[in-house]
């Protein structure tokens, strides 16, 4: 029997992200198409090359893309909104970051002009911090296929010498995740169909054997529509040529095993990291003529494997038939190298393993499959060394956040008084107008902000200079918006790095890496904090800046907090206790936060959850367990306030409506969420779901470089006016301003003020 190793796809960006500076580079003129395709070529090489070197059979091609690998498909597919003029098909890079970014009139960087357009719709991929752009079907919308770029890196990699196999989204993946515009995107299945048979017959006439096809949705509750799509799918494009490698990942198979096990191709890989259980009932239910890829290394965290306890479960598969070993699934979602950490505290590093040594771990696993456990006994042995060392580490447990846990009542997750009595005591203390108007929290980062952090990085600027530098920053920004006419301010969060890492770093139980990078979208990269251990507070964190910023005013001034969810999801978590026992940790260290801030006279208080609907299990079956624990975390965060202390919170891309009850019993007093791209659709599902408290639609896309005026704003919010009371509405942006620039955020939160009295004098009109 044969053992393999593949890699189902690796981190795109680069270990230092070289990818998201080529972008930057090309977007704002400072170079062209060539030098960006230049640029994504040697990352594309670097990574096969490096791959090939650590021992992988299968390397993937195709893997690699500019902004998302959804929208690479679509425009495959040649499914281009008509608004974006590609309507043969064939679409350059203009297009293609149009649809990613959006355009402000004419595209920096690119030699075609567009008007000002919106961006495709954008959320989250499954249950992880990535996000995709959402592909759309209009009735009536020509498909023709475009760039195969997929051949086209299939034969880059072919003519370096690397034999790949391409990876490609599944089309009831695409279609399942794709939104339909006057029909249903199922109803062009066999069109689609047509052109994914062409695709695969070009890349089986390029001379791939095997192809990856990534049908993740089948970890998902599938309807019969779904079922029959497979099926029928599956039936033709079995004969178009290469072999298939069906391949699933973030969940279980479940209840669609003995069926993916059925459907007509050559290979299945599984997810037995999320999914140990399924391992058995795989195993009667393949056919031995199918070559089963077995997802043992955790592609979605940090912790290294115990290799000697999977080569308990894997030496008897082996034995019984041929098989793949492999990560659960891409490696885009876990940093490059941990080699590059230099930093990092030796004893929490020895625990880790980032993407090159998740396959250095495939590799020892199959040489010891395949040449017996003592030809890697010393790897084996620090492996193990690596476990038990980390389970007996007193830096794990604290005996002092156990008591508090302990000590947790019912009472302490319920305000004092329900929503309307609060309104009523928060407008008396806030006095603020019909429509009021605020951002979500941040502003520019920029060039000067970046660097004096880098200068005090490397210990080149002195920690009382760069306080000024911040105080001085902060006052032009609360002068600014003062000058601007916005009714809540907020103080800029130039001191913060990023509104979980800035958190984690003054919290007990993390750790924090300097080249840890992992794509969020397009050229945007986080550096996930790592929870290794027990979390509290051992020192107030904000209350400093709020202070200083509401010193410099008399219009309220948001306290700024991440909530405990989104900091648990957008970390890398410990996987030796159940999430929901790390969330209550964080819940305590922000609910005392929340206590300090509002104790130093705080009126309103934001706590983000943009993260609450990410964390939602892929089954329907398991989703009120985790709603019922994140709520309970966000109230016991939030429910020490007074009932004058308007608590706010945040959501962003994500679908809603299917858990508004939740979102509801929250009892935040306000929540600011996005709707800009979906031109307010989300706010039918709060109409129906008939809720109590104010919401702040965002009224333009802070992820596009374009800068929309008052009347557009106005048009967006006279939408959500027909479905929520004037009373309820707030009118912001859809998300924090980090990422833009003072050139673009002035002119459009002018509009948005402008916009925002426009909706006063309608009210005041209709008397």
């Given at each position: 029997m044969t053992v393999t190793i593949a890699s189902l796809g690796f981190p795109r960006i680069g270990p230092r992200r070289e990818l998201k500076f080529a972008l930057e580079r090309y977007w704002s003129g400072q170079s062209g198409e060539t030098e960006l395709h230049e640029a994504a070529s040697g990352l594309r090489t670097a990574t096969w090359a490096r791959q090939k070197a650590l021992g992988i059979d299968w390397l993937p091609s195709n893997d690699f893309s500019l902004y998302d690998h959804m929208l690479d498909m679509s425009l495959m597919l040649g499914a281009i909104p008509a608004r974006y003029g590609a309507a043969d098909g064939e679409a350059g890079l203009a297009t293609y970051f149009a649809m990613a970014r959006g355009t402000a009139g004419e595209e920096s960087g690119c030699s075609h002009a567009h008007a000002s357009l919106t961006a495709c719709e954008m959320t989250k991929w499954f249950d992880t911090n990535y996000h995709f752009?959402?592909?759309?079907?209009?009735?009536?919308?020509?498909?023709?296929?475009?760039?195969?770029?997929?051949?086209?890196?299939?034969?880059?990699?072919k003519a370096q010498g690397y034999e790949t196999r391409p990876v490609i989204v599944g089309p009831v993946t695409w279609l399942s995740l794709a939104k339909g515009h006057g029909l249903d995107p199922f109803d062009r299945l066999d069109e689609i169909l047509g052109l994914y048979g062409v695709i695969l017959g070009q890349l089986a006439l390029a001379g791939a054997d095997w192809v990856q096809i990534d049908e993740p949705i089948l970890v998902t509750d599938l309807d019969d529509r779904q079922r029959r799509a497979f099926t029928r799918a599956y039936a033709r494009l079995a004969r178009s040529g290469p072999k298939l490698m069906l391949t699933t990942y973030f969940g279980g198979l479940d209840d669609t095993l003995s069926f993916a096990a059925s459907l007509p191709v050559s290979g299945l890989h599984v997810d037995l990291v999320r999914a140990p259980h399924q391992l058995a009932p795989l195993l009667k239910a393949a056919p031995r003529s199918l070559l089963l890829s077995l997802g043992v290394i955790d592609g979605r965290n940090i912790w290294r494997a115990d290799l000697e306890a999977l080569l308990d479960r894997l030496e008897p598969v082996a034995a019984m038939r041929d098989i793949v070993i492999a990560p659960s699934c891409s490696l885009l979602h876990v940093p490059v190298d941990l080699a590059l950490e230099h930093k990092l505290d030796d004893e929490v590093k020895q625990w880790l393993a980032f993407a090159v040594q998740k396959l250095e771990e495939l590799a020892i696993l199959n040489r010891a499959l395949v040449d017996g456990r003592a030809s890697v006994a010393a790897e084996l042995a620090a492996s193990t060394q690596a476990a038990v060392l980390r389970r007996a580490s007193p830096r794990i447990h604290d005996a002092q956040v156990a008591a508090r846990i302990a000590a947790i009542t019912p009472a302490m997750h319920d305000r004092r008084s329900g929503h309307a009595a609060r309104r009523g005591q928060q407008q008396a203390a806030l006095g603020l107008p019909a429509f009021p108007t605020t951002t979500i929290g941040s502003f520019p980062q920029t060039a000067d902000v970046r660097h004096a952090r880098a200068e005090h990085g490397r210990g080149r600027l002195d920690t009382d200079a760069y306080r000024q530098f911040l105080r001085e920053e902060t006052e032009r920004a609360i002068r600014w918006q003062e000058e601007a006419g916005l009714d809540m301010l907020v103080h800029g969060e130039f001191e913060r790095n990023d509104m979980v890492q800035y958190f984690g770093e003054q919290l007990s139980g993390f750790a924090f890496t300097a080249n840890g990078w992992v794509q969020s979208y397009g050229s945007r990269c986080v550096r996930p904090p790592i929870l290794y251990g027990d979390v509290s507070r051992p020192r107030a964190m904000t209350v400093d800046w709020w202070r200083h910023a509401q010193g410099l005013t008399d219009k309220p001034v948001k306290g700024m907090l991440t909530g405990p969810v989104t900091i648990l999801n957008w970390s890398f978590v410990r996987d030796d206790q159940p999430r929901e026992a790390s969330c209550r940790?964080?819940?305590?260290?922000?609910?005392?936060?929340?206590?300090?801030?509002?104790?130093?006279?705080?009126?309103?208080?934001?706590?983000?959850?943009?993260?609450?609907?990410?964390?939602?299990?892929?089954?329907?079956?398991?989703?009120?367990a985790y709603l019922d624990w994140a709520v309970a975390c966000f109230r016991l965060a939030a429910a020490g306030a007074d009932d004058a202390t308007q608590i706010h919170t945040h959501m962003c891309y994500s679908e809603f409506n299917d858990i508004l009850p939740s979102i509801g019993a929250m009892d935040a007093d306000v929540i600011s969420i996005e709707t800009a791209r979906s031109q307010m659709e989300l706010l039918e599902g709060f109409a129906r779901y008939r809720y109590p408290a104010a919401i702040g639609p965002g009224v333009y896309d802070i992820h596009a470089p374009r800068v929309p005026g008052e009347a557009e704003m106005v048009a967006l919010m006279r939408m959500a006016r027909r479905h929520l009371a004037p009373d309820q509405l707030w009118v912001n942006p859809d998300c924090g301003l980090k990422t833009r620039t003072w050139e673009e955020v002035r002119p459009a939160i002018a509009a948005m003020v402008a916009a925002a009295r426009t909706l006063r004098a309608d009210l005041a009109a209709e008397g």
């Open positions: 752009l959402v592909p759309e079907l209009h009735a009536g919308q020509r498909l023709a296929l475009g760039r195969l770029k997929a051949v086209e890196e299939y034969r880059e990699a940790q964080i819940a305590l260290a922000i609910r005392d936060e929340v206590l300090d801030l509002e104790k130093a006279g705080a009126q309103a208080i934001q706590i983000d959850e943009a993260a609450l609907r990410e964390g939602l299990p892929l089954r329907r079956r398991d989703w009120q």
